[in-house]
């Protein structure tokens, strides 16, 4: 299971240990590196429900930047999406989506359930 991650992010670093503390497999990958794919993206904001504020990290000064958040609400999902591929910064994360699980940010009993913990 693909692990997107920053890793100075204490939410990241939580999930993991939690992984770990369960023995459950991941690969950490580097979101502001390497970004999910639009494609990836498009499955998660379908997964919840198309809440687009779901899936963007509204903490970080990426997001606050007047050029973004004064824009968000003009943009067409595709193009949502487009900049969050774009600018991995502005994912919330962790981020995992592998088979059905999808998991933005990290809340213990939501992952619990969804990795059958």
Excluded at 46 to 73: C, H, M, W
Excluded at 91 to 97: A, D, G, Q, S, T
Aim: glycine letters at 6%.
């Amino acid at each position: 299971m693909k692990v997107f991650i920053y890793e100075k992010c204490g939410t990241c670093r939580k999930a993991l240990n939690w992984l770990d503390e369960r023995g459950i497999a991941y690969q950490k990958v580097p979101i502001r590196e390497v970004p999910p794919s639009k494609m990836l993206l498009k499955k998660m904001l379908k997964a919840k429900e198309g809440q687009r504020k779901k899936i963007f990290n509204t903490s970080s000064k990426d997001y606050r930047d007047p050029e973004v958040k004064n824009r968000l609400p003009d943009l067409s999902d595709d193009e949502a999406m487009e900049l969050l591929a774009s600018r991995g910064n502005l994912i919330k994360r962790p981020f995992v989506l592998e088979g059905e699980v999808a998991l933005v940010g990290f809340k213990e009993d939501e992952w619990a359930q969804a990795l059958g913990q």
